[in-house]
């Protein structure tokens, strides 16, 4: 199992520009998740997911928009970037009810914006 | 709103020291705990967890963490540290019933540096 996968692993984008990274589990959990991770800051959640074709707002969500069309994936889309969303962001994936609370997560994505 | 606090932010030791890394959270209901470990370039891993019965947990890489309920805390323990252990640690608590059991809460984390 490659478990979760991020792609793409870096990306530098000019001030307006748009991208999509894309997350995918292999363990069919139904839960995923987008972090970012800035120095000093822990990891913050933006954006949820409970569910294939469910999403829910994080407490960072301004500025991103997310889809979960096929319960593998789930796609975070800048729709106009900016220097402040300059981060590393990370997937995760859990599985609830069954005792493995814990969330599994992908390598990564570096992304700077100038 | 509930919260989870990491007194250490950055923390130096010599091999061979122990460790001891604070956590506390801020809910009296029934949580579940995890300590992970991102290490320099990683992605984050779970050290370990616990959910129920003996409130000492023991994970990977000889790391132990004591859940303490009377003090809100779950402070993770390892006797002597190897230059390997260089990395940062987050502590997240799942709330039961506090309308966000789907998420976990994180700490900011500790950033433990382990000079040879």
């Known amino acids: 199992n490659a478990g979760v996968t991020q792609t793409p692993k870096f990306r530098v984008l000019k001030t307006g520009q748009s991208m999509t990274l894309l997350c995918a589990q292999d363990m069919n959990h139904e839960y995923m998740y987008w972090y970012r991770q800035d120095p000093g800051m822990g990891l913050r959640l933006i954006h949820y997911s409970v569910g294939e074709g469910t999403t829910a707002k994080g407490e960072v969500p301004d500025g991103y928009n997310v889809s979960r069309l096929k319960k593998q994936n789930f796609l975070l889309g800048l729709e106009s970037a900016a220097p402040s969303q300059t981060s590393v962001y990370f997937c995760a994936s859990s599985q609830w009810g069954t005792g493995t609370y814990e969330q599994y997560f992908g390598p990564g994505t570096r992304l700077t914006v100038t | 709103a509930q919260s989870v606090s990491q007194h250490n932010h950055h923390v130096i030791l010599s091999e061979a020291a122990s460790l001891e890394l604070g956590c506390n959270y801020s809910y009296g209901g029934t949580v579940n705990l995890f300590w992970y470990v991102q290490y320099p370039g990683q992605h984050l891993q779970l050290l370990l967890k616990?959910?129920?019965?003996d409130p000492l947990v023991k994970g990977i890489k000889g790391f132990e963490a004591e859940f303490i309920k009377s003090k809100f805390s779950f402070n993770l323990r390892k006797p002597s540290v190897q230059w390997s252990d260089t990395a940062e640690y987050f502590c997240?608590?799942?709330?039961?019933?506090?309308?966000?059991?789907?998420?976990?809460?994180w700490g900011l984390g500790t950033s433990l540096a382990v000079n040879p």
């Open positions: 997240a608590v799942n709330a039961y019933n506090a309308g966000n059991n789907r998420k976990l809460i």
């Open positions: 616990y959910f129920s019965g």
